[in-house]
T-cell receptor, first 113, second 109 residues
Framework: EPEVTQTPSHQVTQMGQEVILRCVPISNHLYFYWYRQILGQKVEFLVSFYNNEISEKSEIFDDQFSVERPDGSNFTLKIRSTKLEDSAMYFC???????????FGSGTQLSVL | QKEVEQNSGPLSVPEGAIASLNCTYSDRGSQSFFWYRQYSGKSPELIMFIYSNGDKEDGRFTAQLNKASQYVSLLIRDSQPSDSATYLCAVSGNTPLVFGKGTRLSVIA
């Protein structure tokens, strides 16, 4: 069964450093998303991406965040200068229709020290 | 601000019983409704979706939707210890899925 894959599973970084989280969405999906979940809190939308551009972003997705689809398979989330409050589980998701059933990757646990 | 509300639980049910999980949402324009299961430390897993008022059954799971009351529920029949997890309600319209905080379900053997 096709699945969304994410790497790395864990990332530890120092405050102020740049991190790149990587995702390979399901191959025939066209809509890509990043969500995050701070420990004990709800899953929060960050950004959606379609046709090589951002379709929607939340207030969390400020200038420190960027997304890219550098090739036909990868979808990345970059945090330019990490803050302590960026520590969370980051989930990539993909779907074959806009804002419909989403399938999530296993997540990257980001710890900012 | 679109909100999705769920009782955080924990909801404890004995093995074999029916577990009933509830969710309300604030945006009347919402069109699609989803239930995800999330085991501790894992990612959300889609288990049910519903678009129209009424009931939708899939195996031991039944999703119920009442758009007039802005209410979605999930019934799990013959609950098993392996059903112990957090159940997330998610809602979308023309915007990305908004999640509730989830209800933690504990099925006691």
């Amino acid at each position: 069964e096709p699945e969304v894959t994410q790497t790395p599973s864990h990332q530890v970084t120092q405050m102020g450093q740049e991190v790149i989280l990587r995702c390979v969405p399901i191959s025939n999906h066209l809509y890509f998303y990043w969500y995050r979940q701070i420990l004990g809190q709800k899953v929060e939308f960050l950004v959606s991406f379609y046709n090589n551009e951002i379709s929607e972003k939340s207030e969390i997705f400020d200038d420190q965040f960027s997304v890219e689809r550098p090739d036909g398979s990868n979808f990345t989330l970059k945090i330019r200068s990490t803050k302590l409050e960026d520590s969370a589980m980051y989930f990539c998701a993909s779907g074959d229709r806009s804002n419909e059933k989403l399938f999530f990757g296993s997540g990257t646990q980001l710890s900012v020290l | 601000q679109k909100e999705v509300e769920q009782n955080s639980g924990p909801l404890s049910v004995p093995e074999g019983a029916i577990a009933s999980l509830n969710c309300t949402y604030s945006d009347r324009g919402s069109q699609s409704f989803f239930w995800y299961r999330q085991y501790s430390g894992k990612s959300p897993e889609l288990i049910m979706f519903i678009y129209s008022n009424g009931d939708k059954e899939d195996g031991r799971f039944t999703a119920q939707l009442n758009k007039a009351s802005q209410y979605v529920s999930l019934l799990i029949r013959d609950s098993q210890p392996s059903d112990s997890a957090t159940y997330l309600c998610a809602v979308s319209g023309n915007t990305p899925l908004v999640f509730g905080k989830g209800t933690r379900l504990s099925v006691i053997a």
